[in-house]
């Protein structure tokens, strides 16, 4: 883990150096992926949020609403539901609006986890 978060850390560098935004975004979503990996869910999100931003700075729709559902997953592994809901509740319209099917899948599979626990808790 520790090799690949260094070339990470060298890739980002490389982006911002370059002033590339969009790859920016990615490295951070990758670097947020191998925290998410080893159930660093608070460094993930960290990471996830900071690409966030700059996909909404870039107008990168698509890449904003896989981020959000992307975030979404590390507040359900949080046990956030409520913050999970939050965010794939962004997602869905953006993926409708891109006309992104897998994406939707995705945004939709969170949605069904996050309301199968709220019924669970309402019981």
């Known amino acids: 883990m520790k090799a690949q978060l260094d070339t990470l850390a060298e890739a980002l560098k490389a982006a911002r150096t370059a002033g590339d935004a969009k790859t920016e975004a990615k490295v951070l979503n990758q670097i947020g992926k191998v925290y998410y990996g080893i159930s660093d869910y608070r460094t993930a999100l960290h990471y996830m949020n900071q690409a966030l931003t700059i996909y909404r700075q870039i107008g990168a729709r698509g890449s ?46 969170g949605h069904r986890v996050f309301s199968t626990w709220r019924d669970a808790e309402g019981a």
């Open 64 to 109: 904003e609403a896989f981020t959000l559902n992307r975030i979404g997953v590390q507040y359900v592994s949080l046990g956030e539901m409520q913050k999970a809901a939050e965010y794939y509740e962004q997602a869905l319209p953006i993926f409708r609006e891109v006309g992104d099917r897998k994406g939707r899948g995705a945004e939709q599979y």
